[in-house]
Nanobody, 121 residues
Framework: QVQLVESGGGLALPGGSLRLSCAAS????????MGWYRQAPGKERELVAA???????NYADSVKGRFTISRDNAKNTVYLQMNSLKPEDTAVYYC???????????????WGQGTQVTISS
């Protein structure tokens, strides 16, 4: 199996910064796209940022210029550096990875457990 463990959430002031990490472990052969999603109360889960195995990244318009996604393939880890945080960034953030497991030809999608990010003064 594959497990995704997130860390780095918490409380920050408006204008502040946080860095999220998500590490995958298990019987991993390769990881294609890694991404971060978020879900605010009463809203649907939305894509925040994603990065391909080749390093190409895309962002939601609402976070462009403020958030940066990166990955460390050797560590099977994805990061989300969040700067200039706003109250509307408050949400539970979930990492997502498309993983090919050892001995399995099909790629499956895995989710982290979620980490709360709260932006408030």
């Amino acid at each position: 199996q594959v497990q995704l463990v997130e860390s780095g959430g918490g409380l920050a002031l408006p204008g502040g910064s946080l860095r999220l990490s998500c590490a995958a472990s298990g019987s991993i052969f390769s990881i294609n796209t890694m991404g971060w999603y978020r879900q605010a109360p009463g809203k649907e889960r939305e894509l925040v940022a994603a990065i391909t195995s080749g390093g190409s990244a895309n962002y939601a318009d609402s976070v462009k210029g403020r958030f940066t996604i990166s990955r460390d393939n050797a560590k099977n880890t994805v990061y989300l550096q969040m700067n200039s945080l706003k109250p509307e960034d408050t949400a539970v953030y979930y990492c997502n990875m498309k993983v090919r497991r050892i001995g399995v030809l099909t790629e499956y999608q895995y989710w982290g457990q979620g980490t709360q990010v709260t932006i408030s003064s």
